[in-house]
Nanobody, 128 residues
Framework: QVQLVESGGGSVQTGGSLRLSCAASGYVISRYCMGWFRQAPGKEREGVASLDTRGRTAYADSVKGRFTISQDNAENTLYLQMNSLKPEDTAMYYC??????????????????????WGQGTQVTVSS
């Protein structure tokens, strides 16, 4: 049984940092596309970052240079390091597994469509 459990969310002020974790069980994350997504109240869920089996990453323009996706294969855990946080980063953050690739680059998709497994989410709140 595949299970993804996020943790590490919380409340921070503008400019602060958080590191989100996504622990996987029943699943080897290094074999598939992994992604982080977020959903703010009243908005659609959007892609934040993705990581493929070769270590290649993709980021939403809104987080480039501030967020870093990584994984620890020994711990079977996906991470999202978030720096220079802004109020507009406030959202529920979800990790997702076994997503599709896109385009000629073959990078893992930042679209929600096609990801097979999802965690329950962890809340991030950034105050000004």
């Amino acid at each position: 049984q595949v299970q993804l459990v996020e943790s590490g969310g919380g409340s921070v002020q503008t400019g602060g940092s958080l590191r989100l974790s996504c622990a996987a069980s029943g699943y080897v994350i290094s074999r598939y596309c992994m992604g982080w997504f977020r959903q703010a109240p009243g908005k659609e869920r959007e892609g934040v970052a993705s990581l493929d089996t070769r270590g290649r990453t993709a980021y939403a323009d809104s987080v480039k240079g501030r967020f870093t996706i990584s994984q620890d294969n020994a711990e079977n855990t996906l991470y999202l390091q978030m720096n220079s946080l802004k109020p507009e980063d406030t959202a529920m953050y979800y990790c997702a597994a076994e997503g599709p690739r896109f385009g000629l680059s073959g990078l893992c998709s930042l679209r929600t469509y096609g990801y097979k497994h999802w965690g329950q989410g962890t809340q991030v709140t950034v105050s000004s």
